[in-house]
């Protein structure tokens, strides 16, 4: 596995090679975190943090947006590697295929997984998110080991491969590394086919500190952890996780995302192993704060609900994996009206598209309740802006990096849109959101994208993604032979 030391590909640079459109961006329109203003002016500086956010200024010699300007949106939860998995479960196993039956399917797709499988999917993946407008990604790591669970000689080599996959993409990251230790709750023995993913709390905090030497953290990349889920995790194993997380360097804020109340049988066997829904058996264990991030959360009752919101935690949820998965749908308006925060990620990657997540939100909010508008407010009568807004600040806390938003001391992460776009020119600002997120009809409204300053989409191309779509082919052709 190659270093990637602090190298960062050329084509990442090429937008500062006319002294004058690096540093700054004229946007006639931008989205700021107190709404749509006009004639702001970005100001960054040579490490990609937004040092001046002024509406109603002139253009002077920037570089003039040719559209309205929107905050990158982070990607709260990523398995890089389903990504190849897309389209090859569809068919029925049995008449009672769900996420269990699901779950073995990505098990045996999983053994055949080689190093340079997963940095070919990865490339291609965190390109696709880009060019959808993501501009950072929380990759939920828990494939560790070779074939049949022999530790690599480098214990950081899947990790290092995602990271390397991310930097040559251009993609804001936060690792998290994931720990898996039993099958079911009640510390169940691992199936064979969880070898690759299985860990101590001792081996994921070295393996975080492996990552450090390697790749120490930088305004681009972060480090957390991810116990896999109640049911996977033991108690004394979170607990040791978790407080041997907070004595390694940057460890005290650093984000902790779990898997939680996704599937309504892990509700009906975690009632049975502990007499306490999942949500509720979390509380009563840790002291969650605004670091941990609660992926899925699907099936909450009122006082989970409750709990919830008064930790601070975030929850991410990933409406198109839950409906491919028959997951169930989210209270997603006791959510909102609780305070929560929350996010959005694309999860299995069945699609990679923030719209149609926001969409399927609230879609399925209206099947649900049979009415319309479900998850706007008197405040915020505009469904898309107010799930537009919270879901970027809300993914950007479970990324634990400044990335919340046009403002002063976040990262330069921002998206320009097609100004010319069938469904966004002659669109008033107050419409915009609502055209972007509710409108779909000839691919991507985006042409450009940069993170943390830099231009990594131009006119909706990334420079590496024909060679990564090429190299992605191949791992997919090799994995499916035979």
Known sequence: MVSLG??????????????????????????????????????????GNLVDVSPGSAAGEARSACGPVIAGMPNLHSHAFQRAMAGLTEVMGSPSDSFWS????????????????????????????LKAGYTSVCEFHYLHHAPGGTP???????????????????????????????????????SAEQARFLGSPQSLLALRERLQQVLPENPMRRYGVAPHSLRAVSPEGLDELVSGLRQQPGGRDAPIHIHIAEQWREIQDCLAWSGQRP???????????????????????????????ASGAVVGLCPTTEANLGDGIIDAGQLLESGTR??????????????????????????????????????????????????????????????????????????????????????????????????????QPIQDVYVGGRQVVTAGRHPLQETARQAYRRAIADLLKD
């Not at 009563?284 to 609660?294: F, G, K, V």
């Open 6 to 47: 602090e190298h960062t590909p050329q084509h990442l640079h090429q937008h500062r090679s006319d002294g004058q459109s690096g540093d700054a961006l004229f946007c006639p329109l931008a989205l700021l975190p107190q709404g749509w203003r006009k004639d702001v002016l970005l100001r960054w500086d040579a490490a």
């Open 102 to 129: 699901w779950r073995k399917l990505m098990y045996r797709f999983a053994q055949r997984l080689q190093p340079e499988h997963l940095e070919a999917i990865a490339r291609h993946l965190y390109i696709e998110m």
């Open 152 to 190: 690599y000689a480098d214990r950081a080599e899947l990790a290092l491969r995602l990271m390397q996959a991310a930097a040559e993409a251009g993609i804001g990251m936060t690792l998290l590394p994931v720990l898996y230790q039993y099958s079911g709750f009640g510390r169940q023995a691992a």
């Open 279 to 309: 949500v509720q058996l979390l509380l009563s264990q840790q002291e969650l704060d605004a670091r941990w991030c609660l992926i899925h959360a699907t099936h909450m009752d009122l006082g989970e609900y409750r709990g919830l919101a």
């Open 342 to 443: 929350w996010g959005i990620g694309s999860d299995s990657h069945i699609a990679i598209n923030l719209r149609a997540e926001l969409r399927l939100l609230e879609y399925g909010q209206r099947l649900h309740h049979r009415r319309r508008n479900v998850l706007a407010s008197e405040s915020v009568p505009a469904t898309a802006d107010r799930l537009f807004v919270q879901a970027q600040a809300g993914g950007a806390a479970a990324t634990g990096r400044a990335v919340a938003g046009l403002a002063v001391g976040q990262r330069a992460d921002f998206v320009l849109l097609d100004g010319e776009d069938v469904n966004l020119a002659d669109r008033s600002p107050a419409q915009l959101l609502s055209a972007l997120v509710f409108c779909e009809h000839d691919g």
